[in-house]
């Protein structure tokens, strides 16, 4: 028997249908004849997943051969969306299987649309985690991302009565055939306890932790395929299950159904993920999760990754974690407690080692999304790893004490542990003092982060800061999601772009080419036929035909303001049943939303609430006659932006100022010839810069002007009574013209814009109205907008993800991509 190297299926139709049928027949037991569109599904991914196998396998042995410098990557969300096609993309399949599956009597379409998305993220951080895994395999580097693979990800949003009510998301249910579950590889992670100091063998004083209870993390592999490279990365996905003595004392009295019981409690850690993408509810479970993953994560590294006789104390020229947000931050003292605790390095000797092997990314700039642990619950739950945090920031505040002397106030502040309200530990400071680098993910985020959020720590360390700015991979939300203006792409400018995506700067001479111009306008005439069919087929909508396609999706919350995007239409459609304006003067529009609230978050569900109000009534007044509509698809996730971000004419991106990070859907718009209508915030500052103003809608005030404002006192009645447009817009719905009469239900939104209005959406919309009429003067001439449009394209290629890792290997990793 010859026993060589794992080897792929053949890449052929014949090839592949053995495969398919070996899955369906042998995987799934069933007969061609009998199987079921799941069965089909199951068997393709299973077939496809063959053929990453081999090139996994390669280059998990390449990567033990060389012990190269790797990346691991410690994000408590990942928001992959759909495996399939990304596959079939990067093993060069796509024709291949559509043809074998038609060969066995079955369109691939039917067997895509089955695949539920593993939607475990809330948003943009989870989606930039997804892009930056696909850019590291498809850059060629070592790289591993590690994670929670919950058993319920984000919520699926409905409407009921035009309020959002959510449902489980149930996407194992029907099998999960991406994923490799290797139990025998777990990892048991300890909580609870007490901890107790001893004398060692050589007579050296010690401490150890006991916990009181402990739970299993097994590893969940996805493989994470580069563009037709040949390399397979990993991410790996922690579930919790219970161990046998998952609570000792229990076992111990001999009480069974307590113990069983113990079980649900363990395996809760993986159970859910937490819907909350701002505000954290600092909830016990929610440290569980990220202590669970954190250590499980790194166990595996030390112990199965590493080989068994690595010089430990070489650690920070193998491995650099790079912490997404402040979630995973708790994997600091936890290397901290193994180096000491359980390797016995010395104290020092363990601390320049972890300060070299993490660097911190935030992603927010809302003081109130800052995790805080009360040290209280972090010290029941990790009672080693609170020591560990308070000897950390002792030495820290001694260091601080020497660079500031006599300047007590300036350690208060500096503190990781917080005195009030209650004592807590600011997670954010504890990554900045571990970090070798902290990064803000765009040029105006990270500015306002050294000066804002941490400006004593800038002040202290001014090299440890740096920006990177976030990227979108172009395979998923170019190649995948528009696939004629790739065609297109590809036609005019040669293959390599989708790993070279500055080279679309080729196509800028072509923004003056008429025909160029005309294809440019079909391939979006297209993906809008493409978007109202799926939007008829998925939610029954259907939309009006020839309209601006106006976007706005994201995730629901005030800063982003919605509300601002709400009162646009208002007035317009005032402008119309007030007789101001005649219908046929009026741009046709159609506006579409998407976006989950926090199931908590009371004033994001009114503002749904609103929409879907705003929606009903302008869509069935006869007045309007269709030429401004409004839509609103439940459920918004990474499978509804790939049809949906394609077809847009205009995206829109009207945060306050000085609230967004980045934003990421910004760019993915912009990358496939949307213009956009935004303010100078996050990245669309830069995407405006790369653009040209010509090319997009800026209005509202700068970062600087809301500062002054809000110091000067912000009274946004003063905007409401000194304009009209707002005023009418503003009592139209205060009136209940929108909910059937009740003035009640639009009490608390009318309420809080008059008399509070934190995010400023008074003070910004006559801006706002005027860059929307810049919007359809220029709309009207379809010539200047394509011209636009395809400058967007074409100037847009730094915000590839790939671009992206480029920065974080210069600026913070310093590794670089194999050969
Ligand atoms: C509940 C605690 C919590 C707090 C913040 C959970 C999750 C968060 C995230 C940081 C929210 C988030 O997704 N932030 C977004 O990150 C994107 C990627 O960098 C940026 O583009 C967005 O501007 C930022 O809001």
Not at 201 to 228: A, C, F, M
Not at 471 to 484: D, H, M, Q
Not at 703 to 721: D, H, I, N, T
């Amino acid at each position: 028997l010859a026993l060589g190297p794992v080897v792929s299926p053949p890449h052929t139709v014949e090839g592949f249908v053995k495969e398919f049928l070996h899955e369906l027949n042998y995987g799934q037991g069933v007969a061609l004849s009998r199987s079921s569109v799941n069965d089909q599904y199951l068997a393709s991914a299973r077939a496809v997943r063959s053929y990453l196998m081999a090139q996994w396998l390669e280059t998990q042995r390449r990567q033990r051969e060389t012990q190269a410098k790797s990346v691991a990557y410690l994000s408590a969300e990942y928001l992959l969306g759909r495996q399939f096609d990304n596959a079939l993309l990067a093993t060069g399949l796509t024709d291949t299987v559509e043809k074998g599956l038609a060969a066995c009597g079955i369109d691939i379409d039917v067997v895509r649309a089955q695949e539920i998305e593993p939607g475990l993220g809330n948003g943009g951080l989870g989606r930039l985690a997804a892009c930056f895994v696909d850019s590291l395999a498809s850059m060629n580097v070592s790289a591993i991302g590690y994670g929670i693979r919950y058993e319920f990800g984000i919520f699926r949003q409905t409407f009921v009565d035009g309020r959002q009510v959510e449902q489980p998301d149930t996407w194992l249910d029907l099998g999960s055939p991406w994923e490799v579950a290797h139990p025998e590889n777990s990892v048991q992670v300890g909580f609870g306890g007490r901890t107790e100091t001893y004398t060692d063998d050589d007579g050296v004083e010690r401490t150890r932790w006991i916990p009181d209870s402990n739970v299993k993390g097994i590893p969940h592999n996805y493989l994470v395929p580069g563009y037709q490279n040949g390399r397979v990365n990993t991410l790996r996905l922690w579930s919790a299950v219970a161990t046998q003595s998952f609570d000792l004392a229990i076992f111990n009295s001999g009480d069974y159904t307590a113990a069983v019981r113990a079980q649900t409690f363990a395996e809760n850690i993986s159970k859910v993920l937490y819907p909350e993408d701002s505000t954290p509810q600092g909830r016990e479970l929610r440290l569980q999760q990220q202590y669970f993953f954190v250590a499980c994560s790194i166990s595996d590294f030390l112990n199965y990754v590493l080989p068994a006789d690595f010089d430990i104390t070489k650690l920070p020229e193998r491995i650099i974690f790079q912490l997404n947000d402040t979630h995973p931050v708790i994997a600091i003292p936890e290397l901290m407690r193994v180096l000491v605790d359980d390797r016995g390095m010395a104290w020092d000797e363990a601390w320049a080692i972890t300060q070299q092997c993490f660097a911190y990314t935030c992603h927010t700039l809302l003081p109130e999304a800052l995790e805080v642990w009360p040290t209280e619950l972090l010290g029941k739950l990790l009672p080693r790893h609170l020591e560990i945090i308070y000897r950390i920031n002792d030495e820290f505040l001694a260091e601080v004490r020497k660079t500031f002397p006599g300047d007590e106030l300036k350690a208060r502040n500096m503190s990781i542990i917080a005195e009030y309200p209650e004592r807590s530990v600011r997670m954010a400071y504890l990554a900045t003092v571990a970090g070798a680098k902290v990064n803000g993910v765009a040029e105006l985020h990270s500015q306002l982060l050294r000066d804002k959020v941490l400006p004593d720590f800038s002040a202290m360390w001014p090299e440890k800061f740096t920006n990177v700015t976030n990227g979108v991979t172009p395979r998923r939300f170019i190649k995948l999601a528009n696939p004629l203006l790739s065609t297109l792409i590809t036609d005019t400018i040669g293959v390599g772009w989708l790993n070279d995506l500055e080279r679309l700067r080729e196509l800028e001479p072509y923004a003056e080419d008429p025909e160029f111009r005309a294809s440019f306008r079909e391939v979006k005439a297209a993906n809008k036929v493409r978007l109202r069919a799926l939007l008829e087929q998925r939610d029954g909508l259907v939309l009006p035909e020839d309209a601006m396609l106006d976007v706005m999706v994201k995730r629901l919350h005030e800063y982003k303001r919605q509300l601002l995007k709400v009162l646009h239409i208002v007035a317009l459609y005032d402008l119309v049943v007030s007789g101001q304006a005649k219908i046929e003067d009026i741009t046709p529009r159609t506006f579409v939303f998407g976006a989950k609230a926090a199931p908590g978050y009371r004033m994001a569900k009114e503002i749904i609430h609103l929409i879907n109000r705003v929606a009903e009534t302008v869509n069935n007044d006869p007045r309007v006659d269709g030429r401004l509509a409004v839509a609103f698809p439940p459920n918004y996730n990474v499978t509804l932006a790939e049809t949906l971000i394609p077809a847009a004419d205009l995206s829109e991106q009207i945060s306050l100022a000085g609230k967004e990070a980045s934003g990421t859907g910004n760019m993915k718009f912009a990358l496939n010839g949307a213009l956009t209508i935004g303010t100078d915030d996050g990245a669309n500052v830069e995407i405006r810069q790369l653009v040209g103003d010509d090319n997009f809608f800026l209005f509202g005030l700068s970062e600087p002007q809301v500062e002054e404002l809000q110091a000067k006192g912000y009274r946004p009645s003063a905007f409401y009574e000194s304009n009209e447009s707002l005023r009418r817009a503003i009592d139209l719905i205060a009136s209940g013209a929108f909910t059937g009469g009740d003035r009640e239900a639009v009490g608390p939104i009318v309420g809080d814009l008059l008399y509070n209005d934190r995010f400023m959406v008074l003070a910004d919309y006559q801006s706002y109205i005027e860059a929307q009429e810049r919007v359809d003067e220029r709309y009207a001439d379809p010539d200047a907008w394509s011209r636009s449009a395809i400058l967007n394209v074409a100037r847009s290629g730094f915000f590839s993800s790939d671009r992206a890792m480029t920065d974080y290997m210069d600026r913070i990793w310093h590794v670089s991509p194999r050969r």
